[in-house]
């Protein structure tokens, strides 16, 4: 009888197992399912610009004005943020290979500028890097919090692409290229 017990608080134990696996892979699909966002819809796209206004890790002042006659790539990111540290080198050889028709502004998210320049000498990125400490630029950009987030703003101030989340480096030249032509 014991056995019988012990056998079927097992069995119990398995079928309980498969059921979080199956609601595991059901939520991890919908990302999918939902397909590929081309980032041309957002609350701000064709919209005008929220202002920039922030200071870069030299202490010089940035605002989106300094895109003039450019695609401004607007990067709200964090140095604890895993997404953002994976694409921030593919970021860095599209503004190389853009050179004065892209502007990259990255916006790092509260952070210390001690921990913020460490982070941009490791991984070698010499496009802007402004700070944010009080994060009054990125709630001016967004009511809510998640990074990464991307923004493409045309030379008059209006807002083409709005990008919630990780870019990989095959969609950020496929924006890039949308918006520019090729490098």
Known sequence: MAFLRA?????????A?????????????IPLLRGADAGTQGTLV??????????DLQG?????????????????????????????PAMQ???????DRLLVL????GESSA????????????????LDPSLDNFYRWSARAGLPRHYFVDAEGKVLREVIGPL?????LQIVEELLGPA
């Open 7 to 15: 056998r079927r608080g097992s069995l119990l134990w398995v079928i």
């Open 17 to 29: 197992i498969g059921v979080v696996a199956v609601v595991l892979a059901v939520l991890a699909a």
């Open 46 to 55: 064709g919209h005008e610009a929220p202002s920039i206004s922030a200071d």
């Open 60 to 88: 010089h002042r940035w605002t989106l004005a300094d895109g003039a006659g450019r695609i401004t790539w607007v990067n709200f990111w964090a140095t604890n943020c895993e997404p953002c540290r994976t694409e921030m």
């Open 93 to 99: 050889r599209l503004a190389d290979a853009y050179g």
């Open 106 to 109: 990255g916006l790092d998210w």
């Open 115 to 130: 921990s913020v320049a460490d982070f941009v000498q490791r991984y070698a990125i010499d496009y802007p890097i402004l």
């Open 168 to 172: 990989v480096p095959a969609r950020m």
